[in-house]
């Protein structure tokens, strides 16, 4: 298996456990503790946040955009659920971006989002992937407990999990060096440039639950083994959350196939690549500062291959 990973070229760290256990835990570059921008795998971090809510009784699947955002187009047929799995018919006007050029607040750039949010009703129902899901639904979290998007993930994994490679990517450069973060460096013109801090921590802020967060592969097995296989959410919850239904089989955050569960994330630099068994017993997690263009596809294929030889052994 580590020939079969190392063939893929990855320049980061690879964590494989076995029923919780590292079974290979090693690093091509940085080392094994270093903190990687995550991007879209922290998505089903905040799913899971999302379907606490509803286990609390503060808020249901089937509630309507429209109480939270009643100015959302398409507001009033949009349901969470729609959001979790990204069947809203919602998405960005052609041309525009999410946030505000200047990052001012959370609130801000939701309410810019929602200026240029348009809903095509005939995709309602129909997948279609795009991060403005999870921007509502972090808004929906601070609606129902009165506090940012940060606060409520350190509160919900940060201190509980005692994570000590996590963090956001825009906190300051002492908390950034605490955690071992690492820059991501782009391929151009066959050289790997850095990505700049300003850029990627403006992104970081117009993703805010869907790509903000750096961490170690130990933290971030540690986080998806507690959504998975702990106490945070019921079985019940589980289940209605990573239902997988076809044909994208995404909910929740994840891929969540017959075998197995995955979650990609690139951008800014930095390829994250999750997959767990259902139980989040037995996982792989590799993470890379070093982007190439067209790359990720590709690896992510080889990746989906790996893990299958892993669930035959």
């Known amino acids: 298996m580590r020939r079969a990973i190392n063939r893929l070229g990855i320049k980061g760290s690879v964590l494989v456990t076995s029923n919780m256990k590292p079974v290979l835990n090693y690093a091509t ?8 921008l995550i991007n879209s795998v922290q998505k089903s971090m905040t ?4 379907m606490r809510e509803v286990q609390k009784g503060k808020l249901s699947l089937k509630d309507k955009l429209s109480k939270y955002y009643p100015n959302v187009a ?24 999410l946030g505000t050029k200047k990052f001012i607040s959370d609130k801000a750039n939701i309410d810019h989002d929602q200026k240029y949010t348009v809903f095509d009703a005939k995709k309602l129902g129909k997948w279609h992937y795009t991060s403005v899901n999870y921007i509502y ?38 908390k950034l060096r605490a955690v071992n973060w690492v820059p991501g460096y782009e391929m151009k013109e066959d050289q790997y440039v850095k990505v700049k801090r300003k850029t990627a921590v403006k992104d970081a802020h117009n993703e805010l639950g869907a790509g903000s967060i750096v961490m170690s592969n130990s933290d971030l097995a540690k986080t998806i083994e507690y959504i998975l296989h702990g106490n945070m959410l019921t079985k019940h919850s589980k289940q209605i959350l990573f239902k997988g239904k076809a044909p994208t089989f995404y909910n929740g955050g994840l891929y969540n196939l017959k075998k197995y569960k995955s979650a990609n994330g ?8 999750m997959r767990s068994t259902r139980d989040g017993k037995n996982m792989i997690i590799i993470q890379d500062n070093h982007t ?15 893990m299958s030889i892993m669930m035959e052994l």
């Open 29 to 36: 570059n940085n080392s094994i503790d270093t903190s990687y």
């Open 266 to 273: 690139a951008g800014e630099g930095y390829y994250t690549f």
């Open 74 to 97: 398409g507001a009033q047929k949009v349901r969470i659920s729609n959001l979790l799995d990204m069947t809203s018919g919602l998405d960005l006007e052609k041309g525009q971006e």
């Open 292 to 306: 190439v263009p067209g790359e990720f596809g590709k690896i992510k294929k080889k990746v989906n291959r790996i």
């Open 137 to 174: 639904l972090c808004g929906i979290l601070s609606q129902l407990e009165h506090k940012t998007y940060e606060q409520l993930f350190r509160e919900t994994y940060i201190e509980p999990l005692h994570l000590k490679r996590t963090e956001f990517l825009w906190s300051n450069m002492s």
């Open 47 to 50: 799913a899971a946040m999302v």
